[in-house]
């Protein structure tokens, strides 16, 4: 038998939004962070949660993160 669904978890438990999908992937990365033994500030998650809220672009949530970290790439380097 061949599988045609692109989800692994039950039918209920599927995003039914662009909220629940970016709080999904949120968590998911967040938990892969964790395990590299990299933990995410309360700041920067409230940021995260912010542009989930907002829905957020890709670019809306860069910029976002630029003007609330200036400095992080001086930081992490």
Known sequence: MTKTSKYTFATS???K???DILRRRFEN????????????TAEEISV?????QK???FEERTNLL???FPNANAIRA
């Open 13 to 15: 438990k599927r995003p």
């Open 17 to 19: 939004d662009k909220k």
């Open 29 to 40: 990365a967040k938990a892969s962070l964790a395990i590299e033994g990299l933990h995410l």
């Open 48 to 52: 995260f949660e912010e542009c989930i």
């Open 55 to 57: 829905e957020c672009s």
């Open 66 to 68: 630029k003007e609330r």
